[in-house]
């Protein structure tokens, strides 16, 4: 089955009118849904009355709110982790301008993870962990 950037449009519709008609209706949903956020009373800071889209302005781009900041997603290896290390980098996501960070664990791979040693130092549950 061909691509129709390969062989030219079999319908008259292309792959550049289908990805330009769905970013149009993105930006309308978009749209739409602020107005349903102000018509619902949504303002800043996020909750009754805060507005989740807030007008650019200079003074907002160089001061953002934190909801409007890059978020980071930080992978840790479980509790294999040294504490004045994790709020030193914390520090440095602050004051690179971080609105936040998620923090996701990640697993050690093996068989018989329930009995590793590893696991049982650092795993979910354990002393450092906690």
């Known amino acids: 089955m061909g691509d129709s950037t390969d062989h030219g ?7 550049r009118s289908v990805l330009g008609g769905m970013a149009g209706a993105g930006i309308l949903a978009m749209t739409e849904a602020g107005g349903a956020a102000a018509a619902a009373g949504i ?33 840790m290896p479980l509790a294999y982790t040294d ?15 971080a609105g936040g960070a998620e923090v996701a664990a990640f697993g050690v791979a093996g068989s018989g993870n329930d009995q590793n040693p590893f696991l049982e130092q650092y795993g979910f549950g354990t002393p450092k962990w906690t």
């Open 83 to 97: 504490d004045a290390e994790l709020a030193a980098e914390l520090a440095q996501m602050r004051e690179a301008g």
């Open 43 to 75: 303002g800043p800071g996020g909750g009754p009355g805060a507005d989740p889209a807030p007008e650019l302005t200079g003074n907002l781009f160089a001061a953002p709110p934190s909801t409007t900041r890059p978020k980071y997603r930080w992978w």
């Open 9 to 15: 449009p079999q319908s008259g519709v292309t792959r």
